[in-house]
Every structure is written in C-alpha cells, then in structure tokens.
Nanobody, 112 residues
Framework: QVQLVESGGGLVKPGGSLRLSCAYS????????MGWYRQAPGKQREWVAT???????NYADSVKGRFTISRDNAKNTVYLQMNSLQPEDTANYYC??????WGQGTQVTVSS
C-alpha cells in the first residue's frame, strides 16, 4: 500500500519560510518523479513544482526563485523549501508521485 504523508505546514508571517516534507512509503521511490501541488479555498488545485528521478526541477512561475524542491532517496522523502512567503501562498499543499498517488495535504497559512 503506497502512502504519501505531508508535514511541515503551519502559520507563518509574510516574508517567512517553511519547509514541507512528504514521506513516501512504497517501493521504487528513487525512480519516481515527485511533485508538489496546492489548492487555495475556492480555487482549483495548481501545480507548484516537480523533481524528476534524476534531480531535474521545474517550478510554476508564481514560486520560481522562492521555492526549492529537493529529494532524499535514502529517506524516501521529497521536500519543498518555501521562502519569502506571501499571503497568496496560503493553501493546502499536496505531494504527488508520478504514479498518481496523492498525500492528504498540509495547510500553509501566510498571515500577519
């Protein structure tokens, strides 16, 4: 049974930082591309960032230069370092594997 469990969300002030983690339980993590998505209240879920099995990264324009996706294959974990957070980054953040397994999400709230 594949499970993805996100953690690290919380309340942060504008300009602050958070690091999200997504722990993957299942086989062959190292060959999977992994992604982060987010969904704000009343909005559709949107793609945030992807990292391939080889470590190539891609970002949505809205987070480029502020967010960094990374992975630790020894720990079966993918991370999202979020810097310079703004209120518009407030959302529930989800990780997803390239085999279309989703986590349950972790809430990020950016507010003064």
């Amino acid at each position: 049974q594949v499970q993805l469990v996100e953690s690290g969300g919380g309340l942060v002030k504008p300009g602050g930082s958070l690091r999200l983690s997504c722990a993957y339980s299942g086989s062959l993590f190292s060959i999977l591309a992994m992604g982060w998505y987010r969904q704000a209240p009343g909005k559709q879920r949107e793609w945030v960032a992807t990292i391939t099995s080889g470590g190539t990264t891609n970002y949505a324009d809205s987070v480029k230069g502020r967010f960094t996706i990374s992975r630790d294959n020894a720990k079966n974990t993918v991370y999202l370092q979020m810097n310079s957070l703004q209120p518009e980054d407030t959302a529930n953040y989800y990780c997803k594997s390239s085999r279309n397994y989703w986590g349950q999400g972790t809430q990020v709230t950016v507010s003064s």
